[in-house]
């Protein structure tokens, strides 16, 4: 599986003495489509959905964990466009839906929940430098973007019992300089084309579509109790920091997608 660490951080440093030298090597998106080239006139639209089955402990499941608050959905779509190609990011909307809160860690029970909105997700193509330590033991200060939540802002709501409202505001995720990694690995995959005629093959040489699946793990995400909910009642803080975690497969429909 080829992957990068983009930037918003996870993996911490797998324990390695010494300088790990260096920046991951340079990485793009390519998309192509049949007579096609992108562009901010003719834009390519992406589109994209989590692996099924996507039901509890399931590869496909989605969650989001702040403190003693999680929740998990089992369905997220993206939609995006691409302007240029090749590209160094690949910007997408990621919404959430048949979402419930899990009060028990481990446990399959839970209660109605919401996530309203969605996050616009700047995807990059190029991993943060992958220096993780020097010979004295000491930290790199190093902090590099890799990954960003766009605009759009995301409200979590558990509205059973007492009403709770989780926002995420907009935010670069960072590789940091103490551990705090954010990952996201992307996978390419060639799709074999059903009923390959002439007119198909033409969209798809060689009888395959290109799509990427990347795996998400957020950390170092922040996010604030709204002003009147009550979840965060007995917080000592109103500000908080968690994780977010999934799968999504992308895909230019009648195009192809890869991540080179």
């Avoid at 489509?33 to 989590?50: H, V």
């Avoid at 399959?108 to 992958?130: C, S, T, Y």
């Avoid at 992307?186 to 990427?212: A, C, M, W």
């Avoid at 965060?232 to 429909?253: H, L, M, S």
Wanted: hydrophobic share 30%.
């Amino acid at each position: 599986m080829r992957h990068v660490r983009t930037a918003l951080a996870l993996m911490a440093a797998t324990g390695l003495l010494g300088v790990v030298a260096g920046s991951a090597s340079a990485h793009e998106f390519v998309t192509s489509k049949y007579r096609r080239i992108p562009s901010e006139s003719t834009p390519i639209r992406t589109s994209g959905k989590n692996i099924e089955p996507s039901t509890y402990g399931t590869s496909g499941f989605q969650t989001f964990t702040f403190g003693d608050y999680r929740i998990g959905c089992e369905r997220v779509l993206s939609k995006g466009e691409v302007t240029e190609s090749p590209a160094p990011g690949l910007e997408t909307t990621l919404t959430y839906s048949h979402c419930g809160y899990y009060p028990i860690v481990g446990g399959e029970e839970h209660i109605p929940a919401q996530v309203l909105g969605g996050f616009k997700v700047d995807f990059l193509a190029d991993g943060a430098a992958n220096t993780i330590g020097n010979p004295e033991l000491e930290e790199e200060e190093y902090l590099h973007p890799v990954a960003e939540l766009r605009e759009t802002s995301v409200k979590l709501r558990i509205p059973a019992g007492k009403f709770c409202e989780i926002n995420v505001a907009a935010q670069t995720l960072d590789y940091g300089p103490k551990g705090e990694y954010t990952d996201a690995l992307y996978t390419d995959s060639e799709v074999p084309i059903t009923n390959p005629t002439p007119g198909r093959l033409k969209l798809f040489p060689g009888g395959f579509q290109h799509k990427i699946t990347i795996a998400i793990d957020f950390k170092s995400v922040k996010v604030k109790f709204a002003p009147e909910t009550q979840c965060g009642e007995d917080e000592k803080a109103t500000e908080r920091e968690g994780t977010i975690k999934g799968t999504v497969i992308e895909e230019a429909p009648g195009g192809n997608i890869e991540w080179k």
